[in-house]
């Protein structure tokens, strides 16, 4: 099965947590790191560069992590290939797989998919008001993850609050319209 949205990065240093799961004949990841600018090839080139050679030589006995594909370009491209991917992935390759993604559209589609698994990394609001406010707690949980955190990133990153609030009307804008264009394609 799948496990999607998993949403952490795994931390250097630390050991890795027992997996309690069958021995694969190989491992495949696709994370877009080796970005080869001096050949002049993109981080979305390269990441899929890394999916092409997922998808020719993965089987149900591999163990395949795809981190977030799709980002390195607009947000339709990249949420069409990602589920396409991963369609592929669970319904004719059938390989074990880890693969994240905060393309909430690709998320709500996959809750209702048999061969799909979700999971994502809870957290711990610290405050009752500021739902961005929020410590991750590297720990899995089972279903889809309730909201983004985005702002909590560029909070914790230093950009300046005038900057994050203008960015969460912004946000709210467009959620407000994807989710009437959503609505619509329902009718």
């Known amino acids: 099965g799948i496990n999607a949205e998993y949403g952490a990065q795994l931390a250097p240093g630390y050991p890795p947590p027992p997996c309690p799961s069958a021995p694969s004949t190989g491992s495949s990841h696709a994370s877009g790191l080796p970005i080869t600018f ?7 080139f390269v990441e899929l560069s890394e999916t092409s050679t997922i998808l020719s030589h993965a089987s149900p ?3 395949v992590l ?4 799709g980002r390195g370009t607009a947000t339709y491209d990249g949420t069409a290939i990602a589920g396409s991917v991963i369609e592929n992935i669970s319904r004719v390759i059938r390989s074990r797989t880890l693969f994240s993604t905060h393309y909430h559209r690709l998320v709500d589609e996959l809750s209702e998919d048999d061969e799909v698994t979700l999971g994502h990394m809870t957290c711990m609001n610290n405050s ?3 739902d961005q406010d929020i410590t991750f707690l ?3 949980s089972t279903g889809a993850c309730p909201k983004s955190f985005g702002f909590n990133a560029a909070r914790l990153a230093g ?5 994050i609030s203008e960015a ?5 804008q467009f959620e407000d319209l994807s ?4 609505l619509f394609g329902k009718l």
């Open 66 to 69: 795809l981190d977030e594909l």
């Open 38 to 44: 001096i050949r002049g090839e993109s981080t979305f």
């Open 168 to 172: 969460q009307e912004i946000a709210t």
């Open 179 to 182: 989710d009437r264009f959503h």
């Open 128 to 130: 009752g008001e500021d």
């Open 61 to 63: 006995h591999s163990l």
């Open 159 to 163: 950009i300046p609050g005038s900057v």
């Open 138 to 140: 590297y720990k899995l």
